[in-house]
């Protein structure tokens, strides 16, 4: 099981950038999912999360309004919209599935390998 990161890039202040994050593997459920973030020299934080079957949402006090996170369960994608991007938004954005592998009931938080996102003043 690999979850991986895409979308990343530069964008200017005001700007809007979608990541995608793809879980690949075989025999497997996914439970909740999520991103996180990490300035240099600042530790990782929580961005957003999204539970399986409902989709219940939460959210930085920080991105609030402006993010969005979504989950698409037929392709194990899961997206975060960033829109009225700001300086300090810039980061390594990675995700997280918490997957149960075939029968077992175990569930196991894999990480991707993250994506840069740089906002320019």
């Known amino acids: 099981v690999q979850p991986v990161e895409s979308g990343g890039g530069l964008v200017q202040a005001g700007g809007s950038l979608r990541l995608s994050c793809v879980v690949s593997?075989?025999?497997?459920?996914?439970?909740?999912m999520g991103w996180y973030r990490q300035a240099p020299g600042s530790q990782r934080d929580l961005v957003a999360t999204?539970?399986?079957?409902?989709?219940?949402?939460n959210y930085a006090d920080s991105v609030k309004g402006r993010f969005a996170i979504s989950r698409d369960d037929a392709k194990n994608t899961m997206y975060l919209q960033m829109n009225s991007l700001k300086p300090e938004d810039t980061a390594v954005y990675s995700c997280?599935?918490?997957?149960?592998?075939?029968?077992?009931?175990?569930?196991?938080?894999?990480w991707g390998q993250g994506t840069q996102v740089t906002v320019s003043s």
């Open positions: 997280y599935a918490d997957v149960r592998k075939g029968y077992s009931d175990v569930v196991r938080r894999y």
């Open positions: 593997g075989s025999t497997f459920s996914i439970n909740a």
């Open positions: 999204i539970s399986s079957g409902v989709g219940s949402t």
